[in-house]
């Protein structure tokens, strides 16, 4: 398991605050690949590396399970769960429907009508060329970004909380994607297109736009290999000095 240390400063926090701390640094290793679906460990690994306590570490795991992230095998300890793929493409599913939901309210507004949040999504993507991104991590935190953004702008609090907790859920996936530089560039070009045809109030175009963009996105998730994902871990461990 790679997981970064604990400073001797922050052995003093509150129970609470040091659960919730844990809680961050194990979901984001599972995000960044530094923990790999079927990685095991145990509770004393984390609580020897975080410099804790086992009480928060049992929470923070404990946390970790009831949202799906990992899986306590009584007798060896914890797991990273496995991918369900299946799963994955439902979750997928509920995102177009919310997304195209989204798209159709934003293109009914009366076209002279200007949102902030929108033009300062154009400002991100509708860039030239060299002014584009290459980090494919930065890029995949700016792609869910633009998605949830949308939700929001639409106006909907519930279908925006619910949108997060979906993006939440999908966020590897779509990260792994993010590994290939191909889409990275092809994200531009979509984000692009669809913020085009919102703005010009072409709803239908807008709509086929977005569910062609997320579509190729979710037929990704059948592809994922293991060598894929361990490369990923390879990128995302420093260099040795």
């Not at 790679?2 to 052995?11: C, D, F, K, W």
């Not at 633009?146 to 702008?153: A, K, S, V, Y």
């Amino acid at each position: 398991m790679q997981l970064a240390g604990s400073s001797p400063r922050r052995r003093k926090e509150r129970p609470e605050n040091l659960a919730g701390r844990i809680y961050l640094q194990l979901k984001d290793d599972i995000f960044e690949f530094r923990l790999l679906p079927g990685d095991r460990f145990s509770e004393g690994d984390v609580a020897e590396r975080m410099a804790a306590s086992r009480t928060p570490v049992r929470q923070a795991l404990h946390r970790l399970e009831r949202e799906g992230y990992l899986e306590l095998y009584f007798r060896s300890g914890w797991q990273v769960r496995p991918f369900d793929f299946e799963h994955f493409e439902e979750l997928y599913e509920v995102r177009i429907v919310l997304e195209l939901e989204a798209v159709r309210r934003l293109c009914v507004r009366p076209i002279g009508e200007q949102s902030p949040a929108l033009e300062a999504l154009t400002r991100t993507w509708m860039v030239h060329h060299e002014q584009r991104l290459h980090d494919g991590a930065l890029v995949a935190q700016l792609d869910e970004r633009f998605h949830c953004q949308l939700l929001e702008i639409a106006g909907n609090r519930e279908m925006a909380r619910l949108h997060r907790e979906v993006s939440e859920k999908i966020r590897i996936i779509r990260r792994l994607d993010f590994t290939q530089a191909p889409r990275v560039h092809a994200t531009y070009d979509e984000h692009a297109r669809i913020l085009d045809a919102i703005l010009a109030r072409r709803g239908e175009e807008a709509q086929l736009l977005l569910r062609t963009h997320i579509e190729v996105s979710k037929a990704q998730v059948r592809k994922i290999t293991l060598h894929r994902l361990h490369s990923a871990r390879q990128r995302a461990m420093p260099a040795p000095r």
